[in-house]
């Protein structure tokens, strides 16, 4: 019968962001026969101690792994997060990464599965917009070809009635153009909640099945900017997760590329006047 291995139970509570003491706690793990839960956990993972079956399937739910996890030889690779466009606070929670992890993990897994659907299916064609500018084409450039492709004016996007209509209009018609579209900001909880300068967007620019994710703890009002400037890391061919600020340069020049969409600067020179 195969083992657990001690050295992915150590590696799953640190990519679960988790101290020995937290774990242990969240665990439920208490003092027996003099040995305290830090220690106990610690024999666990030392590989001095095998743990029960209901020890195993509450550590598989507290560090969010499946259960043949703990039984590899060697921990998996990090989930594939692409570019990371992201400028980190220096305070950032190495538990919100953690969570962030297991986030892109799962939507890697939704997104393979659907690409596999896809491919199946005879009429499925590679779509033409992923990949298909450059920075250097312009702000201007890039925004008439999301509009063409998502055949959406700014004055149809205007007309709703509220900014939530506005979006689901504009989700509407991203999703028709081929683009999966998700909200997600944490993994089924609110205790899981993943910060916005962790994680505001994700975007996968597959040709088969391109994804968008939109952290949806962050305020309704900024969803469509959101969506909009991962459809510009589409256009440019970029997966990546993108966080709370915007300080490298295709970050900026992705969020111009949002601004433009919503407000274009013809607009603004003339609200300057």
Not at 138 to 159: C, H, M, P, S, Y
Not at 183 to 201: K, M, P, V
């Amino acid at each position: 019968m195969p083992q657990v291995n001690p050295k992915i139970l150590r590696w799953a509570r640190d990519t679960a962001g988790l101290d020995i003491a937290e774990a242990a706690q969240k665990l439920g793990l208490r003092e027996k026969r003099g040995v305290a839960p830090e220690e106990r956990l610690a024999a666990l993972e030392a590989g001095e101690v095998e743990p029960s079956r209901p020890l195993l399937l509450k550590i598989v739910k507290q560090y969010r792994r499946s259960l043949l996890t703990f039984y590899l030889s060697a921990p998996p690779q990090r989930g594939d997060r692409g570019q990371d466009f992201r400028t980190l606070p220096e305070d950032y929670s190495e538990t919100d990464e953690a969570l962030l992890d297991a986030l892109i993990r799962d939507i890697r897994a939704r997104q393979s599965l659907v690409r596999a659907v896809l491919e199946d299916e005879e009429d499925t064609a590679p779509l033409p917009f992923i990949n298909s500018m450059n920075q250097s084409d312009g702000v201007e450039a890039l925004v008439n070809g999301i509009r063409k492709t998502l055949q959406l004016t700014l004055e149809d996007f205007r007309a709703e009635a509220n900014r939530n209509d506005a979006f689901n209009l504009l989700r509407s018609h991203t999703e028709e153009a081929g683009v999966f579209v998700l909200l997600i900001g944490n993994l089924g909880s609110y205790h899981t909640a993943i910060a916005l300068e962790t994680f505001r967007g994700f975007a996968v620019a597959d040709q088969i099945a391109p994804f968008v994710i939109i952290n949806d703890q962050d305020s309704r009002a900024a969803w469509s900017f959101t969506l909009v400037h991962e459809l510009a890391h589409l256009w440019l061919g970029e997966t990546g997760v993108s966080g709370g600020t915007a300080e490298g340069g295709v970050e900026r020049f992705c969020n111009d590329v949002a601004g433009e969409f919503l407000l274009p600067a013809s607009e603004l020179s003339e609200l300057r006047l």
